[in-house]
Every structure is written in C-alpha cells, then in structure tokens.
C-alpha cells in the first residue's frame, strides 16, 4: 500500500494504491487521521486501490465522520467493481460520495 | 487445469502472516483457474477470519499456528481455517445493521458480515482444543477463468 497527497483546486487529492489489510491499515488510520484535522475537502482516488478489507474501511470511515462533523466535503472515485461491492455489501455506499472519475468528483454540486 | 485442487498452510498468529496467506491463495485459485473475482472474495474473507483470530482468539502472548486448507472440486471451494484458540463462534455474533445512521455505524461486527456475504456457507465447528469455521464459495460457471 501507498499513499500520496496532493492537491486540485481547494480540494486535497489523496491516490491510495496498493493492497489496505490489517497488517497496515495502521499506516493508512494515521495518515489520515492527520489529513482529516487539517483538511475541510478532500478527494480519494482508487483507481489503483486494488483490495481493502474492514480495517481499511474503518479508516475511512473515521476519516468521513471527522471530515462531516465540521461541515467538509469527502468524495471518493474510480473505485473498482470489486471495490464498490466490498462498499455496497458494507453499506458504505449510502455514506460515502461516490463518482466515477476525478472530474466527476471535483465538479459535482455540494 | 486441475479440478480437484487442495493445499494447507500452516501460518503463526500474527498479521505478518496475511501476505503470506494472500499468495498462497493466489497460487491456488491460480492452478485451479479460479475467475480473479472469485479470487478476491476468498482472499478477503480468509483475512477477515485470520485477523479476528489473531486479534481475539488467545487469552496468552505465545505463539500459535493457524492452520488453513483450501480444497476445490468442479463446483465449489472449500475453505477450512482451525486454531488452537478459545472458543468462539463468530457466526453468534450479533448480525450487523448496515441501515444505520453514520453516526452509529462502527466496523465492529463488519469483518464476519462481509464473510457471510462474500461466501455462500460458512460453518464453525468446536473442536476439543479450539475451532474450526468452514467456508463455502461455490464455482459458478460464469465465474470461472476462461
């Protein structure tokens, strides 16, 4: 797994790739905990997130409710089929915004 | 392809141990041309199992061996996972709402709900000195590589 920030527009840009288990989803709670007392916007592309199990989802859960609790905006994007069933069958799909690309995400009404 | 396909591993009850369990199953749905889909969801469910394990299932800090065989005729592959832990049926646990609002919603629970949806069966067994949990994924033809 790697992580790596950047930014686009007013939002922060956060690529995850890789594989999230709960071997090293330590890695990606803290991470983004981090991001997620600095940031009001924040977009997630996993274009190249190839699995995640609940631990990985915990985080990003975690990440949605810090993000939510002062007013921000999370999106996430490119998900795999694989990945949005892992989303669907957890019911993070109904918390979590989610677009089929970069541009669909940055442009979507607040 | 082999149709009848089995192997077991011996693994030590640590979460370094996931990597290794992630390529052994690979190289099993591998030989036994499983679809990649197919692949995923037994890759998942078996660490969700292997984590809750290593994280609740010894009352001591020594080391312990998780044993997992995997099995696979033309129709379905059987997955089975046994440690010499305390015993606990995680099928007992409560069934996770995923109705809920976010705000009460929590990953507790999450792990063994995404096993029952990801597997067609799934069984535990008490053994004398600990468990055994039981997974069925069945082969359906359009899952299968071509």
Redesign the interface.
Known sequence: MTVREGKIDSFALVEVTG?V???NSETLKDFLQELGKREQQVLIDCSALE?I???G??AL?ML??LI?NKGGILRLFSLSP?IAE?FE???FDK?FPIFSSLEAARRADT | MKVNESVEVKLPNSLSALEPLHTVVGQFCRRRAIHPDTEFKIDLALEEIFTNIVRHGYDDSHPHEIMIRLRSNRDRIRISVEDDGRHFNPLLAPVLDVTVALSERSVGGLGIHLVRHLMDQVRYQRRTNGNRLILIKRLRKEEKRT
Do not use: M, T
Request: net charge positive; no cysteine; hydrophobic share 30%.
């Open positions: 594989r288990n709960s071997e699995y199990s609940s631990s989802l915990g859960l949605l409710k939510q694989r892992v069958i957890s019911g918390f």
